[in-house]
């Protein structure tokens, strides 16, 4: 098992470019997260899905748009880049999201720069 | 939802044994205590979960008071690989299992 894994590892977009991250799972686990990480920060959520074809927003989904049109896969959308969306994003999956079976397994990261 | 306080750092030495606090006043009776980690330039990675009664798994015990208002988690023995970022959580009962991450405790570990 791969586990969580992210694409790209590393990006830079200048400012207003547009760019699609990928997180895929082979674990077959039901719900699906996206969080970002500022620099000396804890994670925070930014959407989230608890199904194929369903999404929902977390606490900071502004800028954002996600899809999950494969159960294996969560898409993170950034239309219009800005400068304060520098920052590293972080994919996680969970078999439910009752509270017993709550463990998420997170993926490595991608590193967004925007100039 | 419940917020929780936990020390900004900690240090310990190599293979003694580490006591993370951290304080969930708010808590409320269904609210699961999760932690998870950090490692430097990874993703986080699940520790150890509880409700009432503490827990003890391969990586760590948790430790719950009574009242359920504060709880400790205890690494046996330090290593170096410890060295991280603990994330102390309260996850309510309900069916998204979104967690919400505060600052956490960065731990340091002495050789």
């Known amino acids: 098992n791969a586990g969580v894994t992210q694409t790209p590892k590393f990006r830079v977009l200048k400012t207003g470019q547009s760019m699609t991250l990928l997180c895929a799972q082979d674990?077959?686990?039901?719900?699906m997260y996206w969080y970002r990480q500022d620099p000396g920060m804890g994670l925070r959520l930014i959407h989230y899905s608890v199904g194929e074809g369903t999404t929902a927003k977390g606490e900071v989904p502004d800028g954002y748009n996600v899809s999950r049109l494969k159960k294996q896969n969560f898409l993170l959308g950034l239309e219009s880049a800005a400068p304060s969306q520098t920052s590293v994003y972080f994919c996680a999956s969970s078999p439910m999201g009752g509270t017993i079976d709550n463990e998420q397994f997170f993926g490595p990261g991608t590193r967004l720069t925007v100039l | 939802d419940a917020k929780t306080t936990q020390p900004n750092s900690m240090e310990s030495n190599e293979e003694e044994p580490v006591h993370l606090p951290c304080n969930h006043s708010?808590?409320?009776?269904?609210?699961?205590i999760h932690w998870y980690r950090q490692l430097p330039s990874q993703g986080p990675e699940y520790v150890i979960h509880g409700l009432t009664s503490n827990v003890n798994n391969r990586m760590a015990s948790l430790a719950i008071a009574e009242d359920r208002k504060s709880s400790t988690l205890i690494l046996h023995r330090a290593t170096l690989r410890d060295a991280a970022v603990y994330y102390c959580?309260?996850?309510?009962?309900?069916?998204?299992?979104?967690?919400?991450f505060g600052q956490g405790t960065t731990l340091q570990v002495k050789p």
């Open positions: 959580i309260l996850n309510f009962s309900s069916n998204t299992g979104k967690l919400i």
């Open positions: 708010t808590i409320s009776g269904t609210d699961y």
């Open positions: 674990m077959n686990h039901e719900y």
